[in-house]
């Protein structure tokens, strides 16, 4: 019975050595996408906002909710039956992670910074392009309130937007 069982855990750990791998791989390249948006200053995004990096800005925008970030194909929210033979993008999400188990991010902001092409091996690359702001949600992250989401197309935005807490105020 213990043989068996070692055999299962050794098997098991032997799949998911293999499945880890590619997936540590992914992330260092992720992360280098990341690492371009997060150090961007956000004057060069939009004129007349702060010389700030992004992760700076954007995190003291958000406060006090946590950020996240993630890679992936840009979404074209304006069109969403683009025809296939526009050019694709690739890009870097940042977002304001929800306070609740359950609960949806409030804030998502879509940065292009690559070009999506396919190589010869089939797979697709992608060329490095200054970041650039392509479209964003501000939403509440609480799933039961009533707010629309509203879109967002300028990172200035945020400078007009109301900063207030959304917690109700002690009334005694």
């Known amino acids: 019975m213990r043989t068996i069982a070692c055999f299962f ?29 997060k150090k961007t200053p ?21 406060k006090p909710s946590e950020t ?19 050019q694709r993008f690739l890009c870097v999400l940042a977002f304001t992670k929800p306070p609740r188990p359950g609960w949806r991010r409030g804030i998502q902001l879509d940065f292009v910074v690559g070009i999506l092409f396919p190589s010869a091996t089939g797979a697709t690359d992608a060329k490095p392009v200054p970041c650039r702001f392509w479209l964003g949600w501000d939403g509440p992250s609480n799933p039961q ?28």
């Open 68 to 86: 996240g970030y993630e890679v992936r194909e840009c979404q074209d929210g304006s069109n969403p039956k683009a025809s296939v033979n526009t």
């Open 145 to 172: 309130m009533l707010r629309p989401t509203r879109v967002i197309r300028k990172l200035s935005y945020f400078e007009k937007r109301d900063h207030a807490p959304a917690t109700r105020p002690n009334s005694g």
């Open 9 to 37: 855990l050794i098997l098991l750990l032997g799949i998911l050595s293999v499945c880890v791998q590619p997936a540590a791989a992914q992330s260092t390249v992720d992360q280098h996408w990341i690492d371009q948006l």
């Open 42 to 62: 956000v004057n060069q995004m939009e004129a007349g906002l702060s010389s700030a990096t992004f992760a700076d800005w954007f995190a003291d925008r958000v």
